[in-house]
C-alpha cells in the first residue's frame, strides 16, 4: 500500500477553508472493526456507570430525557486493539505527516457520539486557539452516518484565522451565520478540521447514534513553543506511534507499512511498561474558545 498523503492542492484547500473531508478514507474491514470496537466501548462505559465506578475516561451528560453517555477519552488503554491498528495506519500517518511535518505527535484520542435520542446540540466552539505557527487538527473518523437534518456537523470556512466570540455567532445568527457550511458524512469517511475553525452541530429529534472518533496531531516544534506540555511528554505520546504500527501490521500481514521519518532529535526511547504507553494522561490542555469566551474578539460575519 502506498502511504496516502495529502495533495498540494488538498492542503491548500484545508488552509484556506480549516476543514478538508476525505470521502471513504477508511477500508471497509477497518471500519467494521472499529464499529464493533466502538459498540464494547460504550459497553464498558454503561457498564462503569452502572457499578458507580466512576471512570473519569467515560463522560456523561444530564439531558432532558436523564442521564447519558457521550464520550469514552484515552481509547488505547480500553484493551481493544483496533484504535492502535487505526493510529498505526499509512491512512492516518501518512495525513499526520503531510500536516505536521516527519515529527507529528498523536496527542488525544478519543470516541464522542449522540446516543440514539439524544439530539442535544453542540453548540458553536474552537477546540484551542493558540499562535498559528504550525497545523494542529483533528482526524475525525465517523462510524455512523451524519446527515442533513440528523444534527451533521456545521462549519465556518475560513473563521480558523482569529479567536472568535462564539457566544455571539449563537447570539447573532443562530445555527445560520454567513457562509457557514453542512458537513454531511458517511461511514468510513473522514473530516480534517483544524483546531481553531468555528464549528457546532443543532439539536435533533428522535436521532441515531452517531460516533466519531477524533485523533488530535501536532508538530512536536510546535508543543516546545506553545506548550502546554513538555520534551517528556512528547516522547511518551511519541511511543504510540510504533506500537500502533506494530498493531497494524498484526491485523494486515503482508501490506506495506508506513515509513516513519521522524527526526532522531524526537526519535522515542520505547519503555516496558504497555499499560503505561497506552495512557499518557493530560494534566493540562491548551484553552479553546466556547460560549464561556468572554474575552474574545467578535468575529466579523457579514
Known sequence: MTAPHLTAEQLRFYDDNGYLLLPGWIPPAMLERLRSAGDRWIEAGLASDARADNDPDYKFAERGGGRTMWRVDYLHSKNRAESLELLGSPQVLAVAESMCGPNFVP?????????????????WHQD?????????????????????????????????????????????????????????????????????????????????????????FRAAEEIIEDGPWDREWIDRRMRLIPLGMRAFAASHPGESPFEWNVTGEFRPAMGEDLEAELRIAHLTHMSGSWCSAGDAVKPALT
Not at 107 to 123: I, L, R
Not at 176 to 202: C, F, Q, T, Y
Request: with cysteine.
Open 107 to 123: 496527542t488525544y484520542e478519543s470516541m464522542v457520539f449522540k446516543m440514539e435520542g439524544d439530539g442535544a446540540a453542540v453548540q
Open 128 to 216: 484551542a486557539v493558540h499562535p498559528r505557527s504550525h497545523r494542529i487538527f483533528n482526524f475525525d473518523l465517523y462510524l455512523d452516518e451524519s446527515r442533513s437534518g440528523a444534527g451533521a456537523l456545521l462549519v465556518i470556512p475560513g473563521s480558523h484565522r482569529a479567536k472568535h466570540d462564539v457566544c455571539a455567532i449563537g447570539d447573532d445568527f443562530g445555527w445560520r451565520p454567513p457562509g457557514a457550511i453542512e458537513v454531511e458524512m458517511k461511514p468510513g469517511d473522514v473530516l480534517l478540521h483544524d483546531v481553531m475553525v468555528v464549528h457546532g452541530s443543532p439539536d435533533t429529534v428522535a436521532n441515531r447514534l452517531r460516533r466519531t472518533i477524533y485523533y488530535e
